[in-house]
């Protein structure tokens, strides 16, 4: 079983559409979830991070985890071109970063 | 605004070529990383270094060596580059207790 499971899509939306970017992992014991996006040919960009159970917002972005199902998902609301991107999920032990545990990526395009 | 950066966007190279691809970050992070991003496979750790001069191997760490002589820098070393490392190098740092900062990727393609 691998440690992270990400739907690498690709994922086509109408611009305006609600996305909803998704990873399920197996290891109880990570504490902090990440999602990167990373444009075409650019290096991956730090999107939001939580630490914690439950939903975090900002702006049209929404990262959610749930501990308990070993779940987290990243909402996009009122998606937009520019949001078009692959993003990544990652996550980790507090104080480890050289142990994160990377998602594929999924492959989003928002379409005008 | 300039973070993390990376000597070359785009390299092309020769088999058995030996190759350097340079990393530096202006953020006074202890902690800096190597990956490679190849489809299919995701980022995979090729090495990492938590210190000037010190370093851990990552996942992947078979045809390359780093070097870190100052803080800021870490250099990925290709001995003898072989077109199995064709890929995407992305360099990242962080301090002990943040999240990676990364730098925009070199392209390598060995022919």
């Known amino acids: 079983q691998k440690e992270v499971e990400q739907d690498p899509g690709p994922l086509s939306v109408p611009e305006g559409a609600i996305v909803s970017l998704n990873c399920t992992y197996s290891n109880s014991a990570f504490q902090y979830f990440m999602w990167y996006r990373q444009y075409s040919r650019k290096g991956p960009d730090l999107l939001m991070y939580?630490?914690s159970s439950g939903n975090k917002e900002d702006g049209r972005f929404t990262a959610q985890v749930d501990k308990s199902s070993k779940y987290i998902s990243l909402f996009i609301r009122d998606s937009q071109p520019s949001d078009s991107a692959t993003y990544l999920c990652a996550m980790g032990l507090v104080g480890n970063n050289r142990k994160l545990i990377w998602g594929l990526g999924t492959s989003l395009a928002v379409n005008p | 605004d300039v973070k993390v950066t990376q000597s070359s966007r785009y390299l092309v190279k020769r088999t058995g070529e030996k190759v350097f691809l340079e990393c530096v970050q202006d953020?006074?992070?202890?902690?800096m990383f190597w990956y490679r991003q190849d489809p299919g496979l995701g980022l995979r750790l090729i090495y990492f270094s938590y210190d000037v001069k010190m370093k851990e191997k990552g996942d992947i760490p078979e045809g390359y060596s780093v070097s870190r002589e100052k803080k800021e820098r870490f250099s990925l070393i290709l001995e003898s580059a072989s077109t199995n490392q064709t890929s995407m190098y992305l360099c990242a740092s962080s301090s002990p207790q943040s999240l990676l900062d990364f730098g925009p990727g070199t392209r390598l393609t060995v022919t």
């Open positions: 939580t630490y």
């Open positions: 953020m006074d992070h202890e902690n």
